[in-house]
């Protein structure tokens, strides 16, 4: 399994409000046409209201580049470039202990 974690630091309110209508779509897209991927999850920050975090869980390399390929995820890069006031931070991390995932 592969995990990212992916901070985005938006510009303001607006581009806040935005950015959260292209995620809703992007996710039921993901839902509905990535099997391998496993958790894809995002969230806002609770004392930083310009900040969303997503952590991701793919199930191999495959399934990760399946997702950076599908056309619903490209649009959503485009769509949201404007948005942000700085390039994503994306990490790649090692999945440890958890819950609700296959062993891996």
């Known amino acids: 399994m592969i995990g990212i974690v992916v901070r985005f630091d938006l510009v303001d309110q607006t581009a806040a409000r935005r950015f959260d ?3 809703t779509g992007v996710v039921d897209a993901i839902t509905a046409h990535e099997p391998g991927t496993l958790v ?3 969230q806002s920050m609770v004392d930083e209201p310009l900040a969303r975090v997503f952590y991701e869980v793919y ?3 495959a399934a990760l580049q399946a997702h950076e390929d599908a056309p619903h ?3 959503f890069h ?4 404007p948005l942000l006031r700085v390039p994503p931070r994306v ?3 090692v999945l440890g ?8």
């Open 21 to 23: 209508e292209l995620t």
């Open 40 to 42: 894809y999850a995002t």
């Open 59 to 61: 199930a191999d390399d």
């Open 73 to 75: 995820v490209q649009e």
């Open 78 to 81: 485009t769509r949201k470039a």
């Open 91 to 93: 990490e790649h991390v």
């Open 97 to 104: 202990a958890a819950t609700g995932l296959p062993p891996g």
